[in-house]
């Protein structure tokens, strides 16, 4: 299994904090030694770091840990490889262009690879993995069917989240799916298993790292208008409370605010605010 | 008008000798303070690292120079903006998957962008830009035209090599266009209007560079089997013997070697070892 974490923020802000958390796990307090990654959005461009050794030990995790890189959305994930060899191809989070945007994704947990495979034949194929993990397939397909539904970007919003909502409950029952996905626009936080977040506003507070030494008093890091929301597969932090998403839930995040989730109800899809 | 190094080697080498002396062009010895970018293959992934800040003051950049991160393929930039403005979506180098492979390209000139743009309509749109660069939208129609051509990879390399070259071709009625692509496999080389190159192998000697006052000793850096080819704008290092290119030349660039030259005779393009 491995770890996600995401971030969403209304101005460019860095994630040094939750980041240098996360690496600790990656070989030191957490078993993820299998690589890591992360993606900063700035505008529309993308900036991606990945490693396949642990990010515990990692030169380059070191550098953004402390180089306060400033971005509205970040998708970061430490590996604990099982499915496809520990190499730099198989690292998340995977990168594709659609509709001229760069979507990033990262994925925690297993789907089995036989019937993902038989699902991705099945459609238009467009996007390959390049790789041979179970995650850059399912990537791949879930942009496949999105290009096939929308050979342009819909113009409800909410169509496209209703779609994605839709590939990724059928993901899931192929096995452990919670996933991070962004076009540059929004991040959306898809949850089976575990994944949870918190939104960090004024008035700010201390928070404490639960993985290593560190504390930030976000007050005397920020503004009164900032408003971020961290993802995370477990909480970061110990002494503030994060938000436990169920199985099933899917959120948008936009502008650093949870302001949308794509709920379940009965057999039919709702989007509540 | 910006500058390319690529680096093709039989075993994975760093380049940080021949990147630092980039670097300093990239607004100290040279005027091109818009951005940089690398790009290093390992095995089938890729590693990016870019930056819209001039490379000489880039903290990203010093961390590339100091840390050798090892690969048989390298691709970098470095941009003085002329077409679209100085920001992340528009730092070279560029990639794209085809064929489950991760395309990138680096592009020095200005191509016409409105005749540009009518030849991208014609075709059949796979790819589109991101940022707002003649480059990129020129790299989005060198991939759309193969993915038309060979909707899978050719059996003979050289079916692949000459369609390519006779996109440069095309693309160079549209203004000054030289650049770096590779596939993970190869890398080739198009001159307009300046590239040159230079292999190193056995007996190695000293190399001494123009921009910074740092020689190196390769015979200590390498084994006896070694082989490198650094390809350039213009030359990197002051002691050694660059071959330089010529106007519409192509060179496909494998395991270190310079092995194949795509040249043009008469009408008809000719593939000569």
């Known amino acids: 299994m491995c770890e996600l974490l995401g971030m969403s923020a209304n101005v460019p802000t860095d994630i040094c904090f939750s980041f240098t958390g996360l690496m600790q796990r990656g070989g030191k307090t957490g078993p993820h030694r299998d690589g890591w990654g992360i ?9 991606e770091f990945k ?4 990010g515990a030990e990692s030169q380059i995790a070191r550098l953004v840990s402390e180089y306060p890189i400033k ?3 970040v998708i970061s994930h430490i590996r604990q490889a099982n499915s496809g060899k520990v190499c730099l191809e198989n690292t998340h989070p995977f990168t594709r262009e659609l509709w ?4 990033v994704f990262a994925h925690n947990g297993q789907l089995n690879k036989s019937k993902l495979r038989r699902l991705k034949e099945s459609g238009r194929p467009f996007y390959s ?7 850059e397939l399912a990537f791949c397909w879930i942009l496949d ?3 096939s539904a929308f050979p342009n970007p819909p113009r409800r919003q909410k169509d496209l989240f209703l779609v994605i909502r839709s590939l990724c409950d059928q993901l899931s029952d192929f096995g452990v799916f919670n996933m991070l996905l962004s076009d540059s626009h929004f991040m959306l936080a898809y949850c089976r298993t575990q994944l949870c977040w918190i939104t960090r506003k004024a008035p700010f507070g201390e928070a404490k790292l639960k993985d290593e030494d560190l504390t930030v008093n976000f007050k005397e890091e920020t503004t009164e208008k900032d408003i971020v929301t961290v ?5 970061l932090t110990n002494n503030e409370k994060w938000n436990v998403m169920a199985p099933g839930e899917m959120v948008v995040l936009k502008k650093g605010k949870v302001n ?3 709920g379940k109800q009965s057999n039919k899809s709702k989007i509540g605010v």
């Open 145 to 147: 069917s999105l290009r």
């Open 260 to 262: 949308l989730s794509v």
């Open 71 to 73: 971005s509205h959305i």
């Open 39 to 47: 993606a900063f959005y700035e505008g529309r461009g993308v900036r």
């Open 100 to 103: 001229g945007r760069p979507w």
């Open 129 to 135: 993995p390049i790789g041979t993990t179970d995650s």
């Open 51 to 54: 490693d396949p050794h642990p």
């Open 231 to 235: 993802v995370a597969t477990q909480p």
